[in-house]
């Protein structure tokens, strides 16, 4: 079956949820499935954030010449192809293995890029971000906004500041993660007919919370170089 391109030369399946592997990509499709799950940042042509995928996709996209790897290092950018990146694997492996998420083939192991950009990809997806039960808890950091303690996803609820029954709405500034406790306790009325007071105040995230997230971790430090100050509101994928 051949690939179907879009007119900036990406294959409209490149950011799908299943991998894609065919004859033109052999050494993607021959990796198996353990450090795949890791996160790569997606950049365009322009070298603006467009999406975070997984490290199969992104091998995916560097075996079939669609993108290279950007590395950055104090401030330096620097790009591979699939080719010089798999040349560099057995130096990285002796000297920087910690810094690295791995991944092997019969015949290598190969680092996991953080960043990848496409050669022929200008655009920036018209996405904003999704309102859902997961990046709700992840905004919030799964914490409480009234008792303010944190708790795991499945002794949290989301709670209507104003409840439903006094035409409170689905959105992120009337949405916030509750307790069971504190959800019963409120029951349905406003923090202020119950005598309650949120810990702050509900907004919408400027970007994906979930990135915020990674970007807390120092294997993703990287990133920010490309998000702190670019727009950003695609989804996690």
């Known amino acids: 079956m051949s690939d179907r391109f879009d007119r900036h030369g990406v294959p409209d399946d490149v950011f799908g949820d299943d991998f894609v592997g065919g004859d033109d990509a052999p050494a993607a499709a021959s990796i198996p499935a353990a450090g795949l799950d890791s996160k790569v940042l997606v950049l365009n042509k322009l070298y603006m954030a467009v999406r975070v995928v997984s490290a199969r996709r992104a091998f995916t996209m560097l075996a079939r010449d669609m993108a290279e790897v950007i590395t950055v290092n104090d401030g330096v950018y620097q790009q591979y192809d699939f080719e010089s ?44 971000v999704k309102l859902n039960r997961r990046n709700l808890f992840a905004r919030d950091r799964n914490q409480c906004q009234y008792c303010g303690k944190h708790f795991p996803t499945n002794e949290l609820s989301i709670d209507h500041v104003v409840p439903r029954s006094q035409s409170g709405k689905d959105t992120w500034d009337n949405l916030v993660c509750a307790c069971i406790r504190c959800n019963a306790r409120k029951g349905g009325r406003t923090p202020q007919q119950a005598n309650i ?6 907004v919408m995230p400027k970007r994906n919370p979930l990135i915020a997230l990674r970007l807390g971790q120092d294997k993703y430090a990287s990133w920010k170089a490309f998000l702190d100050n670019a727009y950003w509101s695609v989804e996690l994928k």
């Open 197 to 202: 007071k949120l810990i702050r105040k509900p």
């Open 85 to 128: 990146w798999t040349e560099l694997a057995s130096f990285q492996h002796q000297f920087e293995a910690e810094k690295h998420d791995w991944v092997h083939t019969v015949r290598l192991q190969i680092a996991v890029p953080r960043i990848v950009r496409l050669l022929g990809y200008d655009r920036l997806p018209a996405q904003g």
